[in-house]
């Protein structure tokens, strides 16, 4: 029997399990160590993950969510610094030399009415930027992030031992309303306090059940862009319409011949989301309004498809309007929007792997972009290399059940929305432990290494 150089196989197989068993004895070990850590703080983040859920503010307005998260801060040790961006927070720790890494979460809540039935289901209502009452709820999640964020930041304000460098935590307001991030970019986010070496935020969603994470190399959700049109008529009585020039009607024809972009304009297999999401006009049943109101949203992943659904909007809109003889032309405003955000793959790539040690290899995925999106892209074109992952929030047992029925469950934005916060609170604060120390673990040159190929995505 051949031999394999100076030992037989038998051996170098021995030596291999032997190698095998003791890094997975290890992976266990400090998997351990990461849900003690955890366990130790979760009491606490859970109590301001109650307070927050029950007093939401909306986006621009987070002055006491973000003066509870600036207080916790300083408690820990870091050097805070309000107000950036009107109502965002920084918080900076240094703990000698090595790379500065950002962990980001959002402050804000939705204008929705909670339904929910949680002992601590928000009753809030509050005027939003137009003066209307609207209820108020944290539909989207924001909640889980701070208290996630509070956990983590307590965690590493007493483990300085076991990293290096400055770890940079951010408030940041109004990510519903897509002008938070870059509202702080301006107010001197990476002027005023140290440009990141690298960014990492999460998301909870139902997407993933509670207690798994998921990684998404490359473009993680879509372009948005919103748009408001008003289309002007000629008002008058309801008995004479003939005296007038009907916006509702235009803005009806209008709203189905939008649905053709995407049907009929776009190539298939290419994604792209055209959805007017409210219509105003009127004020009584007999009266024609002399203009109607349109509010649309828009998703694309691909800037090319994006300029020309924008471009086929303002195309159909006027037309619409003029072949209805409209007094004068339709108002289009594209009043905000943002990028898709783009994860450097590479460090996507690395971090899973960071991820896996911490949580197990089984409650790892790797997932594809969504359609929601956000404004942490705006710190990725800053240069800034990204990390945003999924954070599963539905009841492990429901998502199984769902999944065998075909049905969904309550997605972000939902009245019903509401993650199942143990274990989900518990996953995203080990999951950001185990990313920051990483990161923090490796000096500025190699994360440059890492991920000098592409730090923007289209």
């Not at 709203?255 to 055209?274: D, W």
């Amino acid at each position: 029997m051949k031999r394999t150089g100076k030992f037989g196989l038998s051996t170098i197989l021995a030596f291999s399990l032997a190698a095998s068993l003791s890094l997975a004895a290890t992976a266990l070990a400090q998997s351990a160590k990461d849900t003690k850590e955890a366990d130790a703080v979760y009491p606490e983040a859970h109590s301001l993950y109650v307070d927050i859920h029950e007093h939401p503010e909306l986006s621009g307005h987070e002055v006491q969510t973000s003066a509870k998260l600036a207080a916790k801060l300083r408690e820990l040790g870091y050097n805070v610094t309000e107000h950036v961006g009107d109502t965002g927070i920084v918080a900076i720790m240094k703990n000698g030399p090595g790379p500065t890494i950002m962990l980001r979460t959002e402050l804000d809540a939705l204008p929705v009415e909670e339904k929910t039935g949680l002992p601590y289901a928000s009753k809030v209502q509050e005027h939003n930027d137009a003066g209307v009452d609207v209820p108020v709820m944290h539909a989207c999640g924001h909640d889980l992030h701070m208290a996630a964020l509070i956990g983590t930041a307590d965690i590493m304000a007493h483990s300085k031992n076991s990293w290096h460098g400055t770890l940079m935590l951010i408030g940041q307001p109004a990510e519903e309303t897509i002008g938070g991030a870059q509202g702080m970019i301006k107010d001197g986010l990476f002027t005023r306090f140290p440009k990141p070496d690298a960014a990492v935020a999460l998301h909870v969603a139902n997407i993933l059940p509670a207690g798994t994470v998921g990684v998404v190399p490359g473009v993680y959700d879509t372009n948005s862009d919103s748009v408001r049109i008003t289309i002007y008529g000629k008002g008058g009585h309801g008995a004479a319409p003939q005296a007038t020039i009907d916006p509702i009607v235009i803005a009806a024809r209008t709203i189905l011949s939008l649905q053709t972009i995407v049907s009929r304009e776009i190539k298939p297999g290419e994604m792209a989301i055209v959805t007017v999401g409210y219509v105003h006009a009127g004020t009584k049943n007999n009266i024609i309004p002399d203009h109607a109101e349109m509010g649309l949203t828009i998703r694309t992943f691909k800037a090319d498809v994006r300029k020309h659904v924008l471009d086929a909007i303002t195309r159909i809109t006027d037309a619409e309007a003029q072949a209805a003889g409209v007094p004068k032309p339709p108002l289009i405003e594209h009043y905000e929007g943002t990028d898709a955000v783009y994860n450097d793959p590479a460090l996507a790539e690395h971090l899973k792997g960071v991820l896996e040690s911490a949580l197990g290899k089984d409650n790892v995925s790797v997932n594809g972009p969504i359609t929601p999106s956000e404004d942490f892209s705006y710190f990725v074109e800053q240069g800034v290399p990204g990390f945003y992952f999924n954070l599963g929030g539905a009841d492990p047992a429901k998502f199984a059940a769902a999944k065998e029925s075909g049905t969904m469950l309550p997605s972000n934005h939902s009245p019903l929305f509401a993650p199942d916060v143990d274990p989900a609170l518990h996953t995203a604060i080990v999951s950001e432990v185990a990313v920051l120390r990483n990161l923090l673990n490796t000096s500025p040159e190699e994360l440059h290494r890492l991920t000098s190929d592409k730090t923007s995505g289209e």
